[in-house]
């Protein structure tokens, strides 16, 4: 558990998937990026699926819930899928329950960060994970997943997220939000177009789960490498720009989704170059 002032945060999982390695690191040659991460057989890296229960002013806040587990054998042999749809039994493991969660925050709707929003039921319909809780989607990114574009179209599950809308449960979010009085959400654009990030900021400390603006801890330590699969990567590399010179300003704890070796690390700027000190290891 981390505490941010007077908000509580624990590290979740979903799982682990193993993505290719080109999309991962985009423009970046190999013969560069395998020197940080060494890929499998099949040029693949293993991501890490972490998503944050946040407790803050009586609210039990979920971030992200991974790919969850509605594929079949195929799809999850195409997507690298070895372990995911954990995270029910993984908030179990720290007392949660499904019926406990006030809030989920989707960063975006791609579907190893909101797979989990959903589950089939018994007549293999598409339902809410979370009975009790309000779905916090920004509207930008509703339309971009409900009318997805060819590049896109890969990603953007209408099953995780048109449910919500149907039972009632989706809140439709336009900008930067306050959640609580000491947590609310960023628009960090770039991956997508309003991708955001999820900052705590209690009693003078500040935590920021970074989500897909910089998955990992690399990202940070080299900002012009940028996925393959963000819609703007020029805009990422301003993205990652400022919350850099937040961070450093702020000496936020930094908390990385897919890192599969860095569960939290603090960034420090040395010769003009950012270096992320690992805080908390792998989960
Ligand atoms: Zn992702």
Avoid at 103 to 125: F, K, M, P, Q, S
Avoid at 151 to 178: C, K, W
Avoid at 245 to 254: E, G, N, P
Wanted: hydrophobic share 45%; charged share 25%.
């Amino acid at each position: 558990m981390i505490q941010i002032g007077n908000v509580r945060i624990h590290p979740v999982s979903d799982g682990v998937f193993w993505a290719d390695g080109g999309g991962l690191f985009g423009l970046v040659p190999r013969v560069l990026w395998e020197k940080v991460v060494a890929p499998d057989a099949l040029n693949r890296v293993p991501m890490a699926l972490r998503c944050l229960l946040i407790e803050s002013a009586g609210k039990r806040i979920l971030v992200d819930t991974g790919y969850g587990d509605k594929f079949t054998d195929k799809e999850r042999g195409i997507l690298g899928l070895t372990s995911e749809g954990r995270l029910l039994a993984d908030l179990a493991r720290l007392g949660f329950r499904a019926e406990d969660v006030d809030i989920v925050l989707n960063t975006h709707l791609h579907a190893d960060h909101c797979g989990g929003n959903t589950r089939w039921n018994e007549r293999h319909e598409a339902v809410p994970t979370f009975p009790r809780a309000e779905y916090w989607v920004q509207r930008l990114e509703l339309a971009d997943a409900r009318f997805p574009d060819e590049r896109t179209r890969g990603t953007y599950f209408a099953d995780n997220f048109m449910p919500l809308e149907h039972a009632e449960q989706l809140r439709v979010i336009d900008g930067d939000s306050l959640v609580t009085p000491e947590l609310r959400l960023e628009i960090a654009p770039g991956h997508t177009r309003s991708h955001q990030v999820v900052i705590a900021e209690s009693l003078g400390a500040s935590a920021i789960f970074l989500a897909d603006a910089a998955s990992w801890a690399w990202a940070l330590e080299r900002l012009a490498w940028v996925p393959a699969y963000d819609v703007e990567p020029l805009i990422s590399i301003q993205t990652k720009k400022r919350l850099t010179r937040w961070a450093i300003t702020r000496q936020a704890l930094l908390l990385f989704e897919h890192d599969p070796r860095l569960v939290s690390g603090r960034l420090r700027e040395e010769d003009g170059r950012f270096k992320v000190d690992a805080e908390q290891g792998i989960d």
